[in-house]
């Protein structure tokens, strides 16, 4: 089959239910396994209770390692533990202040996405 001048190489699947141009399209989607690696690599960074709380806590508020872990009741190096995972899922940032590192939820529509399906699932509103 020609197309724009190119050859097009159909998809055959075992039920052809004559949609080969939808199936070429999902195909070609399907191949991209790198984006759905890095789709997994922010759920597998989210599956984690405690990561969804930094999170969700970073999405309304900067704040710094002391005080996440009071709020958390956690300990300081359980915390940072988590915000180091958290931050290379590009799902918060850092900035240092003097000796103080401050964190958030890195401004991206991913985040924001996240955050709003995080609190459509708990059924919660943002403080």
């Keep these: 089959m020609k197309h724009d001048n190119k050859h097009v190489e159909f998809i055959h ?4 239910h004559h949609k080969q141009e ?8 399907l191949e991209k396994v790198e984006d759905f690696q890095a789709v997994a690599d922010v759920f597998k960074q989210l599956g984690d209770g405690t990561r969804l709380r930094i999170f969700w806590m970073l999405c309304h508020r900067e704040e710094c390692v002391i005080n996440i872990a009071a709020l958390m009741n956690m300990t300081m190096p359980a915390v940072s533990h988590h915000l180091k995972l958290l931050k290379s899922a590009n799902l918060i940032v850092s900035r240092r202040e ?5 964190y958030k939820a890195s ?4 985040c924001q996405n996240l955050h709003i399906i995080m609190e ?4 919660i509103t943002c403080p």
Excluded at 13 to 16: E, G, T, Y
Excluded at 98 to 102: H, I, R, T
Excluded at 107 to 110: A, D, F, K, R
Aim: charged letters at 30%; proline letters at 4%.
């Design 13 to 16: 699947l075992p039920h052809d």
């Design 22 to 29: 939808a199936d070429n399209a999902l195909h070609e989607l």
């Design 98 to 102: 003097g000796k103080e590192v401050y």
């Design 107 to 110: 401004n991206s529509e991913l």
């Design 120 to 123: 459509q699932v708990m059924k």
